[in-house]
């Protein structure tokens, strides 16, 4: 079985640019991310359709990314994101290798009009 979902827009890396924020109940500090990755985030959740398989035990993910620039950037930084975007979204039940124990990231390519991810979950 195999799941696929199209992420529109360009994936803003996750670990870039994080802000510390205080808990206003305790006061204790912690880290956030960027307020781009959490627009991001928002949003994206909307391209994840739920089936029957949500929370898969065993699967390979295929990450195909499309930037809408040339600008150099890390896949496994966009990586990150959307698969931390499928743990949120209740696809996948975690992203450790226990769980996820082959990602394959691909660069496929810019796309000025179109900037996406691809994304391929194989059920085992």
Same mark, same amino acid.
């Given at each position: ?6 992420? *529109?827009?360009?994936?803003?890396? &996750? ?5 510390? *924020? ?7 500090? /912690? ?14 959740? @909307? ?29 496994? @930084? ?6 931390? *975007? ?6 996948? &039940?975690?992203?450790?290798? /226990? ?14 009009? @179109? ?10």
């Amino acid at each position: 079985m195999e799941l696929k979902y199209t992420i *529109l827009g360009d994936i803003p890396s &996750k670990k870039n640019s994080k802000r510390m *924020l205080r808990n206003p109940k305790t006061g204790k500090m /912690f880290p956030a991310g960027s307020k781009n990755y959490l627009n991001w985030k928002r949003t994206a959740g @909307n391209y994840i359709t739920h089936s029957r398989f949500a929370l898969i035990e065993r699967a390979e993910v295929t990450l195909t990314v499309f930037p809408k620039t040339r600008r150099a950037a890390d896949l496994t @930084n966009k990586a990150e994101s959307v698969m931390d *975007l499928l743990v949120d979204t209740a696809v996948i &039940k975690d992203d450790n290798w /226990f769980i996820v124990g082959d990602v394959r990231l691909k660069f496929g390519g810019v796309d000025k009009v @179109n900037p996406r991810c691809e994304v391929l979950v194989k059920v085992l």
